[in-house]
């Protein structure tokens, strides 16, 4: 079991930034893929960002290609993920996902089975 709590969202404006950061516990060294995925009001699901643990891989989405930017602290168990050049359209919840068992198919929220509660991130015009 791996338990996520996301931290670091807020209300920016556009052009600006912001960085999150998910601090992970349980079975953090069993987990293959973890993922930055977000939820704008009224919508599905939306992939931002995910690598795989021991590989190393990084997939971004291509609307924060250039943009954001995904890291991690081994020794805090935490992931961040640093937005600049904020959008309107990139105002959402914002989670940190977590998949154990290998998975080829990254950009599918589905995928993902432990999931924290989110951290709003608002972008004003």
């Known amino acids: 079991q791996v338990q996520l709590v996301e931290s670091g969202g807020g209300l920016v404006q556009a052009g600006g930034s912001l960085r999150l950061s998910c601090v992970a516990s349980?079975?953090?060294?069993?987990?293959?893929?973890m993922a930055w995925i977000r939820q704008a009001p009224g919508k599905e699901r939306e992939f931002v960002v995910a690598?795989?643990?021991?590989?190393?891989?990084?997939d971004y989405a291509d609307s924060v290609k250039g943009r954001f930017t995904i890291s991690r602290d081994n020794a805090k168990n935490t992931v961040y993920l640093h937005m600049n050049s904020l959008k309107p359209e990139d105002t959402g919840v914002y989670y940190c996902?977590?998949?154990?068992?290998?998975?080829?198919?990254?950009?599918?929220?589905?995928?993902?089975?432990?999931w924290g509660r989110g951290t709003q991130v608002t972008v004003s015009s």
């Open positions: 349980g079975r953090t060294r069993s987990t293959y893929v």
């Open positions: 690598t795989t643990w021991a590989g190393g891989r990084i």
């Open positions: 996902a977590d998949r154990l068992h290998y998975t080829s198919h990254y950009e599918s929220s589905h995928e993902y089975e432990y």
